[in-house]
């Protein structure tokens, strides 16, 4: 069965801490793996990723796809109260479905 | 607007009632998607459509639960003869054209079953 795995479901660290969310999938019919943050309504798009070891990077933030062990990370650098948030992976198929994890929540304290 | 909407933003109805949720996906998407979120969940997939293919339904979890696309636009959702178990928000997305494209969501729609 395809599912999508992250860890930790929870963090809590403090301003200017620099963090690394794990997502791990298995998958028939890969076509791509994204990041999505979530903090009150609808999800927002961070990254998309289709090639191994190309590192993607906005800002604070960055990640990278491992196709052949099967995982992302997503480290964000430097956070900040504003951080604070679910952060969703998910994958798309070749015939366009996805599957998303359950989600960590990440808790920035002043 | 230039985003997804949905409506009603949140619905309080009666056990054992219809329900139908709208969204309007953002214009010029082929893909949309509909997923349900319970509280402090991750978004759990219901249905998607692609253009005009027959639509991806293997995530409805009863059949309770149908959607339809009217003319490649507007979709609506409708569970019939709502259970409590199905208090959760519903989430529609869209996107140009599925698999390699990021999807943009709606803000949701809250729904509560008494």
């Known amino acids: 069965e395809d599912k999508v795995v992250q860890s930790p479901l929870s963090l809590v660290v403090h301003e200017g801490d620099t963090v690394t969310l794990n997502c791990s999938y298995e998958v028939t019919n890969f076509r791509s793996l994204l990041w999505y943050k979530q903090e009150k309504k609808a999800p927002t798009f961070l990254f998309m990723l289709t090639s191994s070891g190309i590192e993607k990077k906005s800002g604070r933030l960055s990640s990278i796809l491992d196709k052949k062990e099967l995982f992302s990370i997503l480290n964000i650098t430097a956070t900040q109260t504003g951080d604070s948030a679910v952060y969703l992976c998910?994958?798309?198929?070749?015939?366009?479905?996805?599957?998303f994890g359950d989600g960590t929540t990440l808790t920035v304290k002043p | 607007g230039a985003g997804v909407s949905q409506s009603p933003s949140n619905k309080v109805t009666e056990k054992g009632k219809d329900v139908e949720l709208r969204c309007d996906p953002i214009?010029?998407?082929?893909?949309l998607y509909w997923y349900r979120q319970s509280l402090g969940q991750g978004l759990e997939f219901l249905i998607y459509f692609q253009g005009n293919s027959a639509p991806d339904k293997s995530g409805l979890p009863s059949d309770r639960f149908s959607a339809e696309r009217t003319g490649g636009s507007v979709s609506t959702l409708t569970i019939q003869r709502t259970q409590q178990e199905d208090s959760a928000v519903y989430l529609c997305?869209?996107?140009?054209?599925?698999?390699?494209?990021?999807?943009?969501f709606g803000d949701g729609t809250r729904l509560s079953i008494l």
């Open positions: 997305a869209s996107s140009l054209s599925g698999g390699d494209q990021p999807q943009h």
């Open positions: 998910s994958y798309n198929t070749n015939a366009g479905k996805s599957t």
């Open positions: 214009s010029g998407h082929t893909a």
